[in-house]
């Protein structure tokens, strides 16, 4: 059994900073993909950003370079940092794993290729 667990969230100014973390238990290979997820009220939930075992990583074309995803696999840790934070980022930020996404780089995005989920850290943004 995996469970997610993410931390880091908060309110800050726009042109602020976070760094996220999800913390992972259980089974190594369950999570050798994982990812960052976000969802804002009335919205679809957004693949932001997702990194494999081997450290391959992908970005939402839209973040414009304000978001790095980066992992430890001997902790079983994902982070998230971001920069330059704007009003449209507030929302729910979600960690999400898998053991194997096929087509990852074309793939990463959907929801549905993730298997366990994190409650969920809250990042507001204000003007």
């Known amino acids: 059994q995996v469970q997610l667990v993410e931390s880091g969230g908060g309110s800050v100014q726009a042109g602020g900073s976070l760094r996220l973390s999800c913390a992972a238990s259980?089974?190594?290979?369950?999570?050798?993909?994982m990812g960052w997820f976000r969802q804002a009220p009335g919205k679809e939930r957004e693949g932001v950003a997702a990194?494999?075992?081997?450290?391959?990583?992908n970005y939402t074309d839209s973040l414009n370079g304000r978001f790095t995803i980066s992992k430890d696999n001997a902790k079983n840790t994902l982070w998230l940092q971001v920069n330059n934070l704007k009003p449209e980022d507030t929302a729910m930020y979600y960690c999400?794993?898998?053991?194997?996404?096929?087509?990852?780089?074309?793939?990463?995005?959907?929801?549905?290729?993730?298997?366990?989920w994190g409650q969920g850290t809250q990042v507001t943004v204000s003007r």
């Open positions: 259980g089974n190594t290979y369950s999570t050798s993909y």
């Open positions: 999400a794993a898998a053991p194997y996404i096929p087509s990852f780089d074309r793939t990463w995005r959907r929801p549905e290729m993730y298997a366990y």
């Open positions: 990194i494999n075992r081997d450290g391959s990583s």
